[in-house]
């Protein structure tokens, strides 16, 4: 079958890989449908150091089973499935809690370890627990915002729990990238009242506003900071949703938090410390957040994606084939495109 490697930085390839098998009796195969590009993608396109086995990479897709292990029980061949990031087991103390994220037989999707989904097919470790199947005949037009509950949408929601984001609140979303603009999607979703985006490009914002944005802050650093407080009384916001990862980004979303506000953060940090420590203190300004279990997520968000209540599939603004790839990794690195869908 044919997949994306990436063998260091810059360097995405579409080649010939074996077919992916069945190897643990847990195991299901997929034949991916739409897979996408994320944001995280970029950091080892910009980063990575040569391997010369190469990574097969993507952690997104939507697929229908082609082949299950012997042991799997709830997944069937011909299943139209949704899946998530990391694979799971679903019955260990942290699946159990709600966070598949840190399973203790789980992992990630497009890693060194286990090939990922930019590609003809996939291997599914731990299927059961880790694929969620469709029940429903999917609309063609639902697909793409199916495809955002493997990742962004439910990491821009789990953003937004982990800010604490209740109706009436004032929420501010760092970053207008896909995950941002799922993190406006989710804040208004959950009965937020005021809606910060902070960003800087035209058709992001448009399309915050769009989500549910009710105001649009695209100065950095201390004006970013004077501005949201001009908004919100000089008092800052309840809610910050930092869908970034770099330090600025991360200094700015404790900067606007109000005292006892919180910072969900789900931008993967490009730094081994978070800055801030001496405000976010002095204001009991809760930081938390991290990898998303966005497998928890799926049940609460179906719905309404299939109601077309909220249609987070808009943050793809370009569709290729698989040998479009490199040409999406290259757009999405310029920002050309906020989110490359790849269609099978
Ligand atoms: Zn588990």
Redo the contacts with the bound molecule.
């Keep these: 079958m044919r997949a994306t490697v990436m063998y260091s930085a810059g360097d995405v390839r579409i080649e010939d890989v074996p077919d992916p098998q069945i190897i643990e009796p847990t195991d299901a195969v997929i034949r991916v449908t739409r897979a996408c590009i994320c944001g995280s993608d970029l950091w080892p396109y910009q980063k990575m150091e040569h391997r010369d086995t190469g990574r097969v990479m993507g952690h997104e897709a939507i697929g229908v089973v082609e082949d299950v292990g012997a042991v799997v029980r709830t997944i069937k061949r011909g299943d139209f499935v949704i899946m998530p990031f990391a694979f ?5 103390v ?2 159990h809690d709600g966070l ?1 994220t840190s ?4 992992g990630f999707f497009g890693t060194t370890e286990v090939a990922g989904a930019q590609a003809e097919a996939v291997r599914i470790p731990l299927a059961d ?1 880790t694929l969620f199947p469709l029940r429903t005949q999917a609309d063609d037009a639902l697909r793409p915002s199916l495809l955002t509950l493997s990742d962004v949408m439910g990491t821009g929601h789990h953003a937004a729990i982990i800010a604490r984001v209740t109706p009436g609140k004032s929420v501010a979303v760092v970053g207008d990238g896909a995950v941002g603009l799922c993190g406006v999607i989710a804040a208004k979703r959950l009965g937020a009242e005021q809606i910060i985006i902070l960003g800087r490009h035209a058709d992001r914002i448009a399309l915050a506003k769009d989500f549910g944005a009710t105001d649009v802050v695209s100065e950095r650093g201390d004006a970013a900071v004077e501005q949201v407080r001009e908004l919100t009384h000089g008092y800052g916001v309840h809610s910050v949703l930092e869908c970034v990862g770099l330090e600025q980004a991360m200094n700015t979303a404790i900067s606007i938090a109000r005292p006892g506000g919180a910072v969900g953060r789900v931008g993967v940090p490009q730094e081994q410390t978070i800055p801030r420590s001496e405000p976010a203190f002095y204001n009991n300004v809760m930081v938390g957040g991290g990898v998303a279990p966005v497998r928890a997520y799926i049940e609460d968000l179906l719905p309404d994606v299939l109601e077309g209540n909220i249609e987070p599939g808009r943050v793809f603004d370009r569709t290729i084939g698989l040998d479009g790839v490199p040409g999406g990794y290259r757009a999405m690195n310029d920002r050309k495109a906020i989110k490359v869908m790849v269609k099978l």
């Design positions: 799971s087991d679903g019955t260990c942290f699946c598949q399973c203790i037989h789980g627990g």
